[in-house]
């Protein structure tokens, strides 16, 4: 039992939230009903704070709370995302909530990668350390958490439901797993990698391989969950928004509360994005900085709607039909959250790049010979950095923090391929193949002559 100590910020104040529409038709509803989009009007819902409550600390004593809480024992206030629980979600209690400590993640600073770019401050966020090898972490201990309270205020659900493209289903079946909820998982089949579908496996969730990409998945898992035992865990639901939102907040504490010029990061249904952007925008609100970075959204060019819709300056939206990609978990043609997306990119000045399957191969090796171990996803918005600081859109002096989504261990075939120029349509500058050589000591002699 994790120790239970009286956290200060227990002193009741009125710290709420609450689902309401975006399209500003100002319906609202309880994070605890089973509701996921406004019922008036359609639109997607999000978690609204009293952010007059909040005000009630001043942006130095919420800074100081949130640093006394990092890796503290008192349940559960040492994770990342619950260290901020008043921002997040103050409603559920602390017996209820399904954490693994996650998120405070590390930032690596890629002294070596950003020399060879001609940079000297570019950062990688590596979400991918976590406990089930993505960011998607971050948002499923909040989600699960509301479900296992309102179970146990007795309301009827059966099961959690997901589609994935391979992340989100290891993030719920870990915290279903460690909850004791029952998860259903929607996977295309032979679309995710070895690891991402032994994930859900191992932690007992009911896993479906079905012969459609992760749109045909979505639309599927739509229609289970509207039985409402059935409870939806895509990022549709924006309760995964409320905690991947303090990515942002914590990457600005760990740079001293500095904001950084640029935050980049691959984007494929676009919750995170739009998370990112919240949580940026809750602490302008509340005084903690006073301007908000820019924000690049990348794409790979075999699934990239929002590039198209960008490059209409948000003027169309039209779902495409995904390509593959090695970049597996954005491989979405018709996002969920773009109407979320088009507004934090507007509010945020952002812009949006894409990378081809060469280029992310490419990138990502090169990035791995300065010490990353990159995702495809990562090697996405790593390429997306080279082409804005190319087109001058991007100082080589400005401090750049490009977010690492998922671990590069979960995605082993996709460099084993590379390193034995096994990588369709991919020309592998980095190649580096093991040599195969006789077990003698001479053999190795002269196979390292080579080295020098
Ligand atoms: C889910 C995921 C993304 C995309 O995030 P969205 O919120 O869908 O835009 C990117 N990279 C990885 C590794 C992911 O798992
Ligand atoms: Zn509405």
């Known amino acids: 039992m994790p120790k239970q100590i009286p956290h200060p910020m227990e002193v009741k104040m ?26 008036e009007c359609g639109g997607l819902l999000e978690v609204k704070h009293n952010l007059n409550a909040l005000r009630q600390r001043s942006a130095a004593e919420w800074k100081s709370v949130f640093e006394q809480r990092v890796f503290s024992t008192a349940w559960p206030y040492g994770s990342g995302v619950w260290g901020k629980k008043e921002w997040v979600c103050p409603l559920v ?6 954490s693994t400590y996650e998120g405070n993640s590390n930032l690596f600073w890629a002294q070596r990668f950003g020399k060879q770019l001609g940079m000297d401050d ?39 439901a997901c589609a994935s493209t391979g992340d989100t289903s290891a993030a719920l079946a870990a915290y279903g797993a460690a909850a004791g909820i029952p998860t259903v998982i929607l996977l295309p089949r032979a679309k995710v990698s070895t ?46 928004i409320e905690g991947q939102k303090t990515v942002g907040i914590e990457i600005i504490q760990q740079f001293d509360w500095q904001v950084p010029d640029w935050i980049i990061l691959p984007a494929g249904n676009l919750g995170n994005v739009r998370a990112l952007g919240n949580g940026l925008m809750m602490m302008l609100d509340l005084g903690l900085i006073d301007h908000l970075p820019r924000i690049a959204c990348a794409q790979a060019e075999n699934a990239n709607p929002l590039y198209r819709a960008y490059l209409s300056n948000f003027q169309v939206f039209e779902p495409v039909k995904a390509k593959k990609t ?33 280029e992310i191969a490419n990138t990502s090796a090169q990035a791995d010979q300065t010490g990353l171990y ?8 790593l390429t997306a950095l080279k082409k ?23 995605f082993s075939q996709f460099k084993v391929d590379y390193h034995h120029q096994q990588l369709e349509g991919v020309q592998a500058q980095y190649a580096n193949p093991p040599l195969e050589i006789p077990a003698t000591y001479e053999a190795v002699q002269s196979a390292l002559m080579k080295l020098v």
């Open 14 to 39: 009125d710290y709420n939230c609450w689902y309401e529409c975006i399209r500003g038709c100002g319906k609202r509803y309880s994070i605890f009903d089973v509701v996921y989009r406004c019922e």
């Open 93 to 98: 209690d602390d017996e209820q909530i399904v």
């Open 122 to 160: 570019l950062w990688i966020k590596l979400c991918g350390n976590s406990h089930t090898g993505s960011f998607k972490d971050l948002g499923m201990t909040v989600l699960v958490s509301v479900v296992k309270q309102m179970i146990a205020n007795r309301k009827p659900i059966r099961a959690i």
């Open 195 to 240: 690891a991402q579908l032994i994930q859900p496996i191992a932690n007992g969730a009911t896993v479906l391989s079905l012969d459609t990409d992760f749109d045909g998945c979505m639309a599927i898992v739509k229609q289970l969950t509207e039985d409402p035992t059935i409870y939806l865990a895509n990022s549709l639901n924006s309760l995964r």
């Open 326 to 358: 090695v970049a597996s978990a954005i491989q979405i043609g018709n996002p969920v959250s773009y109407e979320r997306a088009r507004q934090t990119l507007i509010d945020f000045n952002g812009i949006v790049e894409q990378a081809s399957e060469e």
């Open 374 to 381: 990159c995702c495809p996803h990562t090697g996405v918005a």
């Open 388 to 410: 804005l600081l190319q087109k001058g859109i991007i100082d080589p002096h400005a401090r750049v923090v490009v977010i690492s989504t998922a671990h590069g261990l979960k």
